[in-house]
T-cell receptor, first 115, second 114 residues
């Protein structure tokens, strides 16, 4: 059981390039999240999804887009990367079904550097 | 969701109990207290959560004050592998709550020394 898998794990981009981070979960969870974490900081929520075909903005959505075409996948896109988007990105999934704890399951992170 | 306040750092001797405090004075009636930890930039890991009763699992115990304005995470016998950043989060329960606004803050850096 893989849990939450993020790809790629490392990426270096030049300013203005675009890229997509993929998050896949095999736990049939309804909710999925994208966070970013900068050095010495906690996690900040970028976007989230409460189900297939739905997305919503979090704390820091500017410069990012997301899509949830399939329940198991949540994609985070950077259309025109900026150095300020250098960060570690974490994806998480969550089940809110009856009897569940509502805990978040996190991926191992994707380390993005924008030059 | 209510914000939380945690000390930035704490340390503990290996084998001793680690008691990590968290203040959440603006917590409302249906908000749960969750604890996560993050070991060396890995993805955060769920530890425990509670509403108003004290809770215990294989990892830790959670003590919530009667007025619910603060809580303490207890690691009964800390080991070197417990060195991590510990996050206290308050979150509403059930569908339609502010699930998308989980606030992790900076947490408490716990260092367990030999």
């Amino acid at each position: 059981n893989a849990g939450v898998t993020q790809t790629p794990k490392f990426r270096v981009l030049k300013t203005g390039q675009s890229m997509t981070l993929l998050c896949a979960q095999d736990m049939n969870h309804e909710y999925m999240y994208w966070y970013r974490q900068d050095p010495g900081m906690g996690l900040r929520l970028i976007h989230y999804s409460v189900g297939e075909g739905t997305t919503a903005k979090g704390e820091v959505p500017d410069g990012y887009n997301v899509s949830r075409l399939k329940k198991q996948n949540f994609l985070l896109g950077l259309e025109s990367a900026a150095p300020s988007q250098t960060s570690v990105y974490f994806c998480a999934s969550q089940s809110m079904g009856r009897g569940r704890t509502g805990e978040l399951f996190f991926g191992e992170g994707s380390r993005l550097t924008v030059l | 969701d209510a914000k939380t306040t945690q000390p930035p750092s704490m340390d503990c001797a290996e084998g001793r109990a680690a008691n990590l405090p968290c203040n959440h004075s603006t917590i409302s009636g249906n908000e749960y207290v969750y604890w996560y930890r993050q070991i060396h930039s890995q993805g955060p890991q769920y530890i425990i959560h509670g509403l108003k009763n004290n809770e215990t699992n294989e990892m830790a115990s959670l003590i919530i004050t009667e007025d619910r304005k603060s809580s303490t995470l207890i690691l009964p016998h800390a080991t070197l592998r417990d060195t991590a950043v510990y996050y206290c989060i308050v979150r509403g329960g059930g569908r339609g709550s502010t699930l998308g606004r989980l606030y992790f803050g900076r947490g408490t850096q716990l260092t367990v020394w030999p």
